[in-house]
């Protein structure tokens, strides 16, 4: 795509945001998680690429927040965000660095939004903390570890807030499912899986990258690398990182208790040149419970084929769970039809709780074919039911939310550092075992944040 074709596409996306804007129900002040209008919180963000981007989409429809700056170290990706806020009635001033940032517009900025390369997280984020600002990043927190506890260190040195961009943890969606449906209705979970697989494509590239002497002064070696970052070691950590850290985090929030190890396997051929991350990647998380069991996790990611996209399930010895962040790739509870599984009658009164939505499936027909009947093999299944709560905004805006009902009035944080630092600690370990060939075990002191080496 070229660069004047990304900035129409851009701005023309951005008009039809400010046109449809209004429409949205969540624009309503009485929201008690954003709090009124009047409660303003300034806003600034280090790094408007792709994912500040789709942040922004949130930020803007969130009342009582208003950007105030930007810093980017590619002008063009500046002059985007002037043009995105201005449509929004948000006029920003634009920086190169993101230190002349903080100083100049110290007394302007609440909270600063780090949407920057994963190599460059910790540094936003521990300058930010320390001159007194809260701080939403993205994840991954980074992509080396010792830099994830950095963060955890300076954020409970300073006392200021830190929220790490693991959305679905304030995802209504989500929310229900772990505090509802899987301990309540799916019975011991022994198995999950998740996968998110995407369509073989070329590195992104465009006619007028950021000069070279720009790119040498922040880190980069070339205009390759800073476009693809996330399959450069350096920057990033490949697909596994980058997306993998999303659904891996949700097998620790449904268990409760990180990994006991990860087996994994990768491939860095699927593209010409290849990366240097892995381009497709297939682990198995082992998780030791409390009560001496152990439960297990497949995980796979694969950016060579786009077949089956993104979900996970839950798979527990009354029910299952498939759900995804689009809830058209997965959004239903399955029961189990077994002797001695969940009845009919306990399966009602989950719909009468409005867990989960009525459907065909509920009047199940007692009666089996020949065939699957004589056929030990085959298990009868029943007809999935909808999940009974819905969402209806972007996928960032409630993890933004909380984060800014935090910032006004101290509402617990969905995501703080150290819970994002266990999921840090697992996903990066899938890419040290594909590397070794060899089990990683993990010891419980692991995902407990270190001490600062002297």
Not at 20 to 35: C, K, Q, R
Request: net charge positive; aromatic share 10%.
């Amino acid at each position: 795509m070229s660069l004047d074709t990304n900035r129409r596409s851009f701005l023309k996306g951005a008009a039809v945001g400010a046109a449809f804007m209004p429409s949205f129900s969540i624009l309503h002040a009485e929201d008690a998680t954003i709090g009124p209008k009047d409660d303003q919180i300034n806003v600034a963000l280090i790094g408007f690429g792709a994912e500040a981007r789709v942040l922004s989409a949130s930020l803007v429809r969130i009342p009582g927040v208003r950007v105030r700056a930007v810093c980017d170290i590619w002008k063009f990706q500046c002059q985007q965000a002037k043009q995105f806020f201005k449509n929004y009635g948000m006029q920003i001033t634009t920086y190169e660095d993101y230190r002349e940032m903080l100083d100049k517009e110290d007394k302007n900025i609440d909270a600063v939004v780090v949407a920057t390369p994963d190599w460059m997280h910790c540094e936003h984020t521990c300058y930010c903390l320390r001159k007194g600002k809260h701080v939403y990043c993205e994840k991954e927190m980074s992509n080396q570890l010792e830099l994830a506890a950095e963060m955890c260190r300076v954020q409970k040195e300073t006392g200021k807030l830190l929220q790490i961009g693991h959305q679905r943890r304030s995802n209504p969606r989500y929310r229900h499912c772990f505090e509802n449906v899987v301990p309540n209705m799916l019975g011991r979970v022994t198995t999950a899986y998740a996968q998110w697989n995407r369509t073989l494509a070329p590195f992104f590239a465009v006619k007028r990258p950021p000069k070279q002497e720009i790119l040498t002064k922040y880190g980069y070696e070339n205009p390759e690398q800073y476009l693809n970052w996330r399959w450069f070691y350096k920057y990033g950590g490949g697909s596994m990182v980058d997306l993998g850290s999303h659904q891996i985090d949700l097998f620790i929030w449904a268990w409760g208790v990180p990994p006991s190890s990860v087996t994994a396997i990768g491939g860095k051929d699927a593209f010409t040149p290849r990366r240097q991350a892995y381009d497709r990647v297939m682990c198995l998380y082992e998780f030791q419970m409390p009560d001496g069991t152990k439960n297990e996790a497949y995980y796979q990611v694969i950016s060579s084929n786009a077949r089956g996209g993104f979900y996970e399930q839950f798979m527990g010895v009354n029910a299952s769970l498939t759900i995804a962040e689009i809830s058209a790739r997965g959004n239903t509870v399955q029961r189990e039809l077994r002797a001695g599984g969940l009845s009919d009658a306990d399966w009602q009164k989950f719909i009468d709780k409005g867990w989960i939505l009525p459907s065909e499936g509920d009047k199940i027909k007692k009666e089996v074919t020949k065939d699957i009947a004589v056929d030990t093999r085959i298990s009868a299944q029943a007809t999935g039911n909808a999940l009974g709560v819905s969402m209806n905004k972007p996928a960032h805006m409630p993890h933004l939310e909380n984060f800014f009902a935090a910032c006004r009035h101290g509402a617990k944080l969905n995501c703080p550092a150290e819970l994002a630092y266990e999921s840090a600690v697992a996903v990066l370990a899938a890419n040290v075992s594909a590397d070794s060939h060899k089990t990683h075990y993990f010891k419980p002191e692991d995902f407990k944040v270190p001490p600062r080496k002297a």
